[in-house]
């Protein structure tokens, strides 16, 4: 299975160009998601659609908000959060056969849709907020839970013997039923397996949950190494804010494999979680013809054709028309002295919640970087039906 897996990542007649690449990201100075990538790495989805795999398993998105008890909602949430890595970060390896380069979101870009099943309808709004730096803004909600995720995310890419993806931004978890929330950083991560040309995605250094009830969750994020561990390993800790020594739960394991949690004081086994065998739920989205001409899936349809037909002509030429779309744009804007409206997010200079949820885990402002803090527009999600919570900006 490995080596028909390798094959898939790069086929024997693009060895040759895997290795000029290579040696192009070594000597490249600058951000890594700016170069051209060779077209058997090419992606035909958009990195707007990533904001899908925070809520691929609705019933465990949802599961927090019908536990009473704050310390056992705190677990839940942890069990949620490491639900969705294997989703994130390796669901594309195992369908592809490695991690593919996405394409670059252009400014306003959609993505919209809904997952039906027993945990109800839990519906997302994904949209490209900024495209000097890149920002992906999303929220995804469940009103019949009162339950909704809301948060925005950018990549810098650089490479240091292997190539390394710092992700700015963070996501905010909010349990309508208890007026709870949560602050989720996002952990480093970098591409293993370029060598041997099989690309894949490890996570590395730390993640926290923390939240307005009290608890914290550190993630430890740690690879399989040259010579021995397991890859996509990890292992967690929730405790009292502020009393970190004082552990209540322990997870342990390879977030794309199986994972326990156990109670701290008995070190018995409180629950678990096999990854590779849950079963996702599938997101339903319109069909192109009734999709808005930004929705990602419309606006990239010949590119995504080209790409899967190997017609690097087709993508080249449709990529350009895009492109030139929106130099053209962004020139207009700028004679005009306006910038692009966002259709269901807005910029703030301040967003209170986070910041206090922030300083209590060290975690770095990143406003500066994502071009301010975006958040959910109440009048568009009231129009959407969101059970919003109250912005403190």
Known sequence: ????????????????????????????????????????????TSLVEYSSYWAEHPKLFVAPAAEKDPQKRALLVLKWFLSTLKQQYSSRNEKLGSEKKPLNPFLGELFLGEWKDEAGTT?????????????????????????????YNAQKASFSRTINIKQVGHALLHLAPYDEDYLITLPALYIEGLITMSPYVELDRKAYITSTSGYTSCINFSG???????????????????????????????????????????NKTVDEYNAKAAKTTPLTIAPLEQQDELESRRAWAKVAKGIESGDMDLVSREKSAIENKQRDLRKHEKEEGREWKRRYFRRVDRHERFEELADKVGVEHDEKATNGAWVFDEEQGKKLGAPLQANKN
């Open 1 to 44: 299975m490995a080596s028909k897996e390798e094959d898939l990542a790069v086929p024997s007649q693009s060895k040759g160009s895997w290795s000029s690449f290579l040696r192009s990201i070594a000597s490249f100075n600058g951000d890594l998601s700016t170069m051209t990538a060779p077209p058997f790495i090419l992606s035909s």
């Open 123 to 151: 519906k997302l709004v994904s949209e490209q907020v900024s495209h000097h730096p890149p920002v992906t803004a999303y929220c995804i909600w469940n009103s019949d839970a009162g339950v909704q995720l809301q948060g």
């Open 224 to 266: 399989r190494g040259w010579v021995s561990g397991k890859k996509n390993s990890f292992t967690a800790s929730l405790y009292k804010t502020g009393s970190e020594k004082d552990v209540l739960y322990t997870a342990e394991g390879q977030w794309t494999d199986s994972f326990k949690f156990k109670d701290a004081k008995s």
